[in-house]
């Protein structure tokens, strides 16, 4: 997890500034760097008191933002990204000047700037190198002396001297650099504590994520217990639904098998009734010949007893 960090300047700490070896960077000072400092006196505020001078890559790379700091009040390079100090672009853009003609005035003036190493880490073998509201005020200072044509000999002894006690915009340039300097130390006493905080809250927040990716493993087995069980009860039910299904058509086809036997049954019950009617027509109608038979043969009886009379007193029977 990265660290936080605050840029109460609006920093860029890597911006234009190559890394830099911190092994022995304490007790160095300028002169173990190469440097080309040949510009003659008579030189006028022309564009070649701006230009690259004829150093060679590797000769300027160590004055672009990577001079080696000679403060002896540094005890190695300052743990801090709170450190109210400019990156090398970050100076550049600030006097509105090219990266090449500020490393040549760093490189010339270099007895008057004081580049100091900064990293965010006290184990680190390289570091950035960055400048203070001083060395922008001298540049500052610097460029305004050749703007009015003063030589660079003559330019080293009033930075030597000091700035005239007449120089308003000076005095004022200092206010604001002590203001700068002060805030600057503020916000250094607070990076230690600030960076206590840091580390406080990232373990904290370690531990949270730590605690996070638990609860996170709990909750992705119970779902896969729930899914499981879900799938398992979805997976009975199904059988169930089919097994129901089952026996729904099988009553469904009992019911259609005994709604059509019924359908029969009624077409055989009319029917029966029916032959039930005309078979009691038929009796009734039988019960009616045999009772008119039995009229019948009762008046033929009668007629029969008058004629056995007569023949009888006919023949004395």
């Known amino acids: 997890m990265e660290f936080m960090k605050y840029n109460f300047m609006g920093n860029k700490a890597d911006e234009n500034v190559p890394d830099q070896d911190l092994s022995n960077t304490t007790g160095s000072s300028f002169d173990d760097v190469k440097t080309e400092t040949a510009e003659s006196d ?13 150093s060679t890559d590797t000769e300027q790379s160590s004055h672009n933002g990577s001079v080696i700091n000679e403060q002896g009040e540094h005890n190695g390079p300052i743990v801090s990204d709170i450190d109210g100090l400019y990156t090398y672009g970050q100076l550049a853009k ?14 010339t003036f270099r007895d008057y700037i004081h580049p100091v190493a900064v990293t965010t880490s006290a184990n680190a073998k390289r570091a950035n190198f960055k400048y203070s509201e001083s060395d922008y ?3 500052k200072q610097i460029l305004a002396y050749k703007e009015k044509g003063i030589q660079n000999a ?15 915009d000076n005095e004022d340039d200092q206010i604001d650099i002590i203001g700068k300097r002060i805030l600057a ?3 250094n006493k607070l990076s230690e504590r600030d960076q206590q905080i840091i580390n406080e809250f990232n373990l904290v927040n370690a531990r949270n994520q730590k605690a996070i990716e638990n609860l996170l493993q709990k909750v992705s087995d119970v779902y896969l217990e729930q899914r499981e069980f879900y799938e398992s009860a979805l997976s009975e039910t199904k059988k169930q639904n089919e097994i129901l299904k089952g026996q729904n058509d099988k009553l469904q086809k009992q019911l259609t098998d005994a709604q059509n036997i019924i359908s029969s049954s009624k077409e055989v019950y009319e029917l029966n009734n029916q032959v039930i009617s005309d078979a009691q027509e038929i009796i009734l109608k039988q ?7 039995k009229d019948e043969l009762s008046h033929d009886g009668e007629q029969t007893s ?12």
């Open 42 to 54: 008579t030189q006028d505020n022309s564009s070649s008191v701006y230009s690259d001078d004829t």
């Open 94 to 107: 600030l006097l509105n000047k090219p990266e090449n003609n500020l490393r040549y005035l760093i490189n």
């Open 137 to 139: 005020a001298t540049l």
């Open 154 to 168: 003559e330019i080293m002894k009033l930075l030597e001297n000091g700035p005239a006690d007449d120089n308003n």
């Open 185 to 187: 130390l503020y916000k």
């Open 287 to 293: 019960s009616e010949y045999i009772e008119k038979l």
């Open 306 to 317: 008058e004629k056995k009379g007569f023949f009888s007193r006919l023949f004395g029977l």
